[in-house]
């Protein structure tokens, strides 16, 4: 099932056919499998009336267009992670860089890069029935996804069976469900060897890191042993209800959120107990966690202190004629005389340690103390540290300077968190190196290695805070999180 000529389109477009008979043509396409041509189709009338039927139409041409062109994605990935260019000698092995040319090109993150290559070797190989429902549109990528993911490391004489039973069901099913299809399947189809994959999978039992979200949340994930998933689920739920049957008026949801989140800062204020593998119990020293907070945010909070007005008051005061709000620019105390927007006063973010920028006021209460270790800092100085040559590993002082300034690993796109990161000496230490801040970079286990192995390189910290972060295949530049704040002068964005 192909594409359909694009002379169809041009007819249409030509002629100036009518909404119905658009979206008549767009449903027939769409039917037929010829994503691009109704995608295309639809574009030249986008400002047209159209029915509620054709514009579901064009949302499922859409779909269809978008899981051709991962389809050509998955090949293109394969094919450049067999070039030979891309594989660098490590202390491992060999390692392949291609996922990573990937993620820096497209700016999505590496393991998201990788699924394009492993889905682009398996459809181009055992698995390509998958591919041809990918190419043909019929699935998504993510069901693409999902049989290579369970299947990949079966046994061929039960992973090809089981994958043609998965396509029969996925065009009706979500991501989900087929993942649901394809672990009973497996266990229908070789319930000896399941037992084998249930004990190698257990062994890849992880917690997610902190991914943050808007507002000052975050998510984390959970791949547990079913039995433990179970068990976490059903104890937050007992602790929700005993909640509720003593007239708590949260919901089960934000109940079952901070009887979580309590258990945690139990544990890092007292420590943990761990049971090792031969049964003993060890217990954790007990954690703090660092937040950044500037001097100004501080400031804030003392009595009598007031404030400048921030950027986002004075557009407030300027937009609703409040003259004691609303600074112009040609009127501000920056020195400018150029007409144009409020200028205001821009504070710099406090910053959590595993996460990143938090609002002030959470900030001030962390501060306060507990198992949050403050640093205050001054935005605008601050004198770089440098130990020389006499000592190869960075003292605390250097250790934390580190961390405030790069917050992340340095490599683009990379959020790892600084402390989780090696420290890197950019002139490596054997070739005269010195162990200073200027000298060292934060950079993630896996990236460390990929700079190490030669597959890339990155600058020195430019006077703006940027660097370059060069790949076998392209260079790329990693901004600065903010612009630079000037004593004088206007608050950039």
Known sequence: MGFMDAGVVHEFRRNGRSALEIGTQVALLDRAGAGAQAVALLEGFADREASEE??????????????????????????????????????????????????????????????????????????????????????????????????????????????????????????????????????????????????????????????PAADGMARMSLFLRAPDAVSLDTALDAAATAAHAAGDSRTTDQLRADVLAGWAATALSRGTAVTLADGTTVTSAPSTIAVTVPLEVIMR?????????????????????????????????HGTTAAGPADGHRIEAPWLEGYGPISPAVALLLAAGGTWQRIVTDTLTGDPLDVGRHRYRAPAGLTTALRIRDHTCVRPGCSVPSGRCDRDHLHEWSDGGVTSLANQAPECSWHHRVKSAGAAAVTVRAPDGSRTWTSRLGRYRRPPERDPRLRDGPPPF
């Open 54 to 211: 054709a514009l579901l139409a064009g949302v499922r041409a859409a779909a269809r267009a978008v899981a051709h062109a991962e389809w050509l994605k998955a090949r293109y990935a394969a094919r450049l992670a067999a070039c030979a260019r891309l594989e660098y000698p490590d202390y491992t092995g060999v390692i392949n860089v291609a996922a990573e040319e990937i993620s820096l090109s497209l700016r999505i993150s590496p393991r998201e890069a990788e699924r394009y290559v492993s889905v682009g070797r398996a459809i181009a190989g055992a698995f390509w029935a998958t591919g041809a429902a990918l190419e043909e549109a019929t699935i998504s990528f993510d069901h693409a996804w999902v049989i290579v993911d369970c299947l990949s490391t079966v046994d061929l004489g039960v992973a090809i069976p089981v994958e043609g039973k998965a396509l029969e069901r996925a065009r009706d099913r979500t991501p989900a469900e087929l993942r649901r299809d394809i672990a009973r399947l497996l266990v229908e189809f070789d319930p000896e060897g399941a037992n084998d994959r249930a004990a190698v999978a257990a062994g890849k039992r992880r917690v997610g890191r902190v991914r």
């Open 301 to 333: 909070a003392l009595p009598g202190f007031t404030p400048p007005s921030s950027v986002a008051d004075t557009l407030r005061g300027e937009l609703g004629g409040d003259p004691d709000r609303g600074v112009s620019r040609a009127e501000s105390t």
